[in-house]
């Protein structure tokens, strides 16, 4: 079982035309939210662990595109954009935190979205 890190997917996330502050290359949202979880799956297996370091979408419709990501030990450490769809979230995230110490290797770590 591997561990793995992510942050700042803002599914749904609309601002991708002239004006993105994310600078993502991405023609229509779909694409985006499709490349995302695709690349995740494509890597992460069920068994794995994921840490995801806040800010997963950016409405409610974007919480339910994690029914796709196929990683089932979730922990997610809370991000700006997460606030307001914490109880959403929940039904997708075996622990919900606003940072924690990790153990990994022989490395400590603290996992923050900040």
Not at 12 to 32: A, L
Not at 45 to 59: F, N
Not at 90 to 105: C, E, N, P, S, T
Request: include cysteine; charge should be negative; glycine fraction near 6%.
């Amino acid at each position: 079982m591997a561990k793995y890190f992510t942050s700042d997917w803002h599914l749904n996330e609309t601002r991708i035309g002239d004006f993105n502050p994310f600078f993502r290359p991405f023609r229509s949202v779909q694409e985006q939210n499709d490349t995302i979880i695709g690349n995740l799956n494509d890597i992460v297996q069920p068994s794995d662990e994921l840490y995801h370091l806040g800010d997963v979408a950016m409405d409610e419709e974007g919480v339910r595109l994690l029914d796709r990501v196929k990683c089932q030990n979730r922990v997610l450490i809370v991000g700006n954009y997460d606030q307001d769809k914490l109880e959403q979230l929940a039904k997708y995230f075996d622990d919900i935190r606003k940072g924690m110490d990790l153990q990994v290797g022989d490395v400590n770590c603290y996992l923050n979205h900040y």
